[in-house]
């Protein structure tokens, strides 16, 4: 009777301490649960404030400051860099192990007088916690998806030009120099061609090499082999948006004369003032061809003299159908193609300034980028600004490579 007594006992018991049980184990594991993003959150916390004090040292100027958050070689390959913001945001920590962990972050900097807002990129940052219970900086690399920084190859070194800031990694002050010269020629240029709020000044940023170049785009060299410079920025931004970088590649633009130097920098300004009239709408040809036709507008060259693989094949008596499309315009080793497709849309965009007026060129070509999607874009500017049809436009352009270059 006792032994059924205690099974019954024990029975109602167990059944209440089989629930609070539940309870204490539900409420251990929430506390344990609670510890263990209690330390995940403080180490985060302790995390973000070594970045705070890191940008802090970075726009301070302040080495003693930089070294004491770990990883001091980055300062020396910044401090050329005339920095009006920087800051990082931790977006995820992933502890490693033995005081040890990897931090996503977000790197957002503004140069001065340059960036009217702020230019982000993703970094991953190595990190270790030492003795002393705080964290420091082993090392910081781009994030995986991400192109490189400047600094990232090297010591940056700084040109001011009136409308220019030259960037360099292993180049000279002389030919970072010439550099700031060429671009301060290229800003009035593209000014009184495409007049418009710009902001008239331009950032250059010149590697040591191809390979620093393409390192900086995130792309293989093989894709800019043979291609003097690119511009990087947001098409169809607000002029709140980040400057537009122009980025050389050393490699083809010095054996360039002076001439082409010249033309492929204003080009590249080009791309920088009509940043914010450029959007998904605007086929290559036409915002490809628009540089090129600020580029040589005020050189005095013949069509002949710009136009020569396109002049090749009107000799041998055969002249485009149609003008270009984006796809041709792509960098697959086919360099007559790929110069073919620039010279057309030079030419197309120069009919256009002859026949109708450089001011409705510059109409046509911020109608097209008003309208937000390709699809009937060049068909209602041509109709809204020229007066024209694609049909007419076409006819009108093959003709108009047929006199300027037969």
């Avoid at 537009?244 to 080009?270: C, M, W």
Wanted: charge should be neutral.
């Amino acid at each position: 009777m006792a032994g059924r007594r205690r099974t019954w006992d024990a029975r109602g018991g167990w059944r209440v301490r089989f629930v609070a049980l539940w309870l204490l184990v539900g409420s251990l594991g929430g506390l344990v649960a609670c510890d263990s993003r209690s330390e995940t959150d403080t180490a985060s916390a302790d995390v973000q404030q070594l970045l705070d004090r890191r940008a802090a040292a970075v726009l301070a100027g302040d080495a003693p400051a930089y070294a004491r958050t770990g990883a001091p070689a980055e300062f020396t390959r910044l401090r050329a860099l005339p920095l009006a913001a920087w800051s990082y945001r931790l977006t995820a920590l992933h502890p490693t192990g033995d005081g040890e962990a990897t931090a996503d972050v977000q790197l957002s900097y503004r140069v001065e007088g340059i960036d009217k807002a702020p230019l982000n990129t993703g970094r991953t940052l190595s990190l270790t916690e030492r003795a002393d219970g705080h964290w420091y900086v082993d090392a910081d690399r781009p994030a995986r998806e991400a192109g490189q920084q400047l600094w990232d190859q090297g010591t940056v070194t700084a040109v001011r030009g009136t409308h220019s800031l030259v960037l360099g990694v292993g180049q000279s002050t002389r030919t970072l120099s010439r550099y700031a010269g060429l671009a301060d020629r290229a800003v009035p240029l593209v000014t009184q061609a495409w007049g418009g709020a710009w902001t008239r000044r331009i950032v250059v940023l010149v590697p040591k090499s191809l390979d620093g170049m393409a390192a900086l785009l995130g792309s293989p060299a093989s894709s800019y082999r043979g291609i003097a410079a690119v511009t990087t920025g947001e098409t169809g931004g607000s002029v709140r948006a980040p400057a537009d970088r122009i980025i050389v590649n050393p490699d083809a633009y010095s054996v360039l004369g002076d001439f082409g130097k010249q033309v492929v920098l204003t080009h590249e300004t080009t791309h920088v003032a009509t940043r914010t009239a450029t959007s998904a709408a605007t086929p290559l040809w036409l915002s490809e061809g628009y540089a090129d036709w600020v580029g040589y507008r005020s050189t005095g060259r013949t069509p002949t003299q710009v136009a020569p693989e396109l002049a090749r094949v009107v000799d041998s008596g055969e002249v485009p159908d149609a003008l270009p499309v984006d796809a041709d315009f792509g960098f697959d080793g086919d360099g007559a193609k790929l110069a073919r497709a620039y010279e057309s849309g030079w030419l197309a965009c120069r009919m256009i300034a002859d026949r109708w007026g450089e001011t409705r060129l510059g109409e046509f070509y911020r109608a097209v980028g008003a309208h937000g999607t390709r699809a009937g874009a060049v068909e209602g500017a041509l109709a809204d600004v020229l007066g024209t049809t694609p049909k007419e436009f076409t006819a009108l352009w093959r003709d108009y490579v047929r006199a300027q270059l037969g």
